[in-house]
């Protein structure tokens, strides 16, 4: 994909030395971006500016926490955020995740990292022309894994999955987030409804099923991403692979 169709990152950082040094990976691998320094300058943008694509915020902005940057913007848009922090702390990647973040970076991260992350993000983007109109396409394939969302059915290898009702939702809700990490109680509110901490170790109970389903090789998965102490993640498999 030519780095002119990616649109344009907005970046915002208040730091002027990791706001140049994610300038500079962008201009090298040739994406077109824009920096801005707070909160009240990201959303400024976001709302005025038609050209964007993806946004990667900094949490510990000088004006407001970048959380509620993210919260604002999913009022109107899907846009994907990668979320970079100096904070340790996983709740403050858990809060940046439960209010939209698509993926997040610990301060001090690598450029190749954040690349990487990049370019996920842009193919989900490519991926699901509607996601920044909330439209969800009715079937899904990921290498040897197809799910037709209209019939309820996922497939392996073109052969049908045998999921019990709380792993397909599981898988589904996964699948049409793919690329994206959903924190345990996003996965929760969505799939049983509520987000109680003592429903975790279900979940958990339930993705090991699910994964013994679907993954060859239980000790290196290839669907599903496991971060630990936030939640899961559907990984978008080599497209020659199935
Ligand atoms: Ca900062």
Sequence with gaps: MAASDNGTILVVEDDAAVRNLVATALDVHGYRHREVASATAALLELTSARDLSLVILDLGLPDRDGVEVIRTLRGWSLMPVIVLSARQEDADKVAALDAGADDYLTKPFSVDE?????????????????????????????????????????????????????????????????????????????????????????????????????????????????HVGIGYRMLQVDASES
């Design 114 to 226: 954040l690349l990487a992350r990049v370019r996920v993000a842009l193919r989900r983007l490519a991926y699901e022309p509607g996601a920044l109109s909330q439209q969800q396409p009715a079937t899904y394939s990921n290498g040897p894994l197809a799910i037709d969302y209209d019939a309820g059915v996922a497939t392996l290898a073109g052969k049908e999955l045998h999921l019990t009702p709380i792993e397909y939702k599981l898988l589904a809700l996964l699948a049409k987030n793919t690329g994206k990490v959903l924190t345990h109680n996003f996965i929760l509110k969505e799939v049983w409804g509520s987000a109680l901490a003592s429903d975790l170790p279900s979940l958990r109970v339930f993705m090991a099923t699910l994964r013994k389903k679907i993954e060859p090789a239980a000790d290196s998965p290839r669907f599903i991403q496991t």
